[in-house]
């Protein structure tokens, strides 16, 4: 499973705390259901960009036993909780043709029932960071990032130990950057690409952690005062630790948590590094949710605000990655890729929103 951490909400607060009963019971969150055709922005998205997005998710789907858990609660596990589940929908909708806008919603419409996850939502983002760095130790690339140890103590242990070494020439190496910085902000994001020096860029992602609590430096640094809380975001920390480099290190291993990564390869440039369901990233379309609540692999429609310009961002996603720092049916972590306008963005989103959650209904698809 790839960790990630909520950008904002976890760097500064270490978890979304959802809205009152948003955690669901036996039977699920509180629900309002209405019809698909009725979510707000419905007709002005890209539906057509949303069914790539689930029809690459429905091909490690259908690969799945059919007994394979998804996660979920009450009515979500029951709709779409197992692999098994989504046979109908994904044999239907890998006959659709690429690109057909019109086909597309006509088959969210058809075959889905939306339901609103009562009380407001927390939206977040996240990306894909790039480092320049090195596969191997070199003038100027120093930090190693490491992939999981193959002994269990050695994995288990603190970021302060791994820091002093204690992993030297016992873990395998995945890289190198320049940066203590880089490399703790890298593993914040659980994937990234390094970009080498002969050109090549190297993805990496998750590749386990060391099992200890994870503890936001963003809250660290606005409890000392030496950021406003209004101005935490992922571009500040990285700063702030870096034009003070004799106070990083001391703050930096607060958060005992590791994170290792290994090399990836074979992705296309236009995607992420797979989240938690296997299936490559998609910008604007994959989220990270609380699988305990939500399944993976359900379409999850989100209504909120862009950071930046505050028009409208609604538009149907895909639960397809998990994040340390989600907790219960009100929070959504939107991917918004890689590159420098991905990681403004992203950096920044931490918009009150809705969440609606659309179920294949349970009459056989066509």
């Known amino acids: ?20 009963g948003a955690g669901g019971n036996a039977s699920g969150p ?34 799945m036993p059919a007994d394979q858990s998804l996660g979920g609660i009450g009515r979500f596990a029951q709709a779409g909780g197992q692999a098994g589940l ?44 790039e480092y320049p760095g090195s596969k191997n130790l070199a ?15 050695l994995a288990d242990l603190p970021r302060a130990a791994i820091d002093d070494k204690a992993l030297y020439r016992k873990a395998p190496v995945t890289a190198y950057l320049a ?33 200890l609590p994870y503890t936001p430096i963003g809250r660290i640094l606005v409890q000392d005062g030496d950021l406003a809380p209004s101005d935490v975001t992922f571009q500040s920390i990285s700063a702030w630790l870096k034009a003070h480099p004799t106070q990083a290190r001391g703050i930096m291993e607060q958060n005992a948590r590791y994170v290792y990564l290994k090399p990836l390869g074979g992705l296309p440039d236009n995607l992420g590094a797979p ?20 399944p993976l692999g359900m379409p999850v429609f989100i209504a909120t605000t862009d950071p930046v310009t505050s028009a409208p961002l609604d538009r149907l996603t895909v639960a397809q990655d998990t994040g340390g720092g989600i907790h219960g049916a009100s929070a959504a972590d939107l991917y918004f890729g890689t590159g420098p306008e991905a990681a403004r963005i992203a950096g920044v989103m931490h918009q009150a929103g809705s969440l609606y959650i659309l179920l294949p209904k349970a009459a056989p698809l066509s």
Request: glycine share 10%; charged share 15%; hydrophobic share 45%.
């Open 179 to 211: 940066n203590p910085v880089d490399a703790f902000m890298l593993q914040i994001q659980g994937a990234g690409r390094i970009l080498l020096p002969d050109g090549h860029t190297l993805r990496v992602g998750f590749d386990g952690q060391n099992g």
């Open 275 to 294: 989240g938690t369901l296997g299936v490559p990233l998609t910008a604007g379309r994959s989220v990270a949710v609380d699988s305990a609540v939500i």
């Open 30 to 63: 509180a629900v309002a259901t209405l019809s698909v055709s009725a979510l707000p922005g419905w007709q002005q998205d890209d539906t057509a960009a949303a069914l790539a997005t689930f029809v690459r998710g429905c091909k490690v789907l259908l690969r």
């Open 139 to 153: 003038r100027g690339y120093t930090v190693p990032i490491y992939a999981k140890p193959n002994d269990a103590a």
């Open 86 to 129: 989504w046979q109908n929908a994904c044999t239907a909708a890998e006959r659709i043709p690429p690109g057909d806008t019109a086909a597309a919603r006509a088959f969210f419409e058809q075959n889905f029932a939306a339901e609103r996850i009562r009380g407001k939502a927390l939206i977040t983002g996240y990306f894909e960071p």
């Open 1 to 20: 499973m790839r960790w990630l951490c909520l950008i904002l909400a976890g760097l500064l607060a270490g978890c979304v705390q959802p809205q009152t």
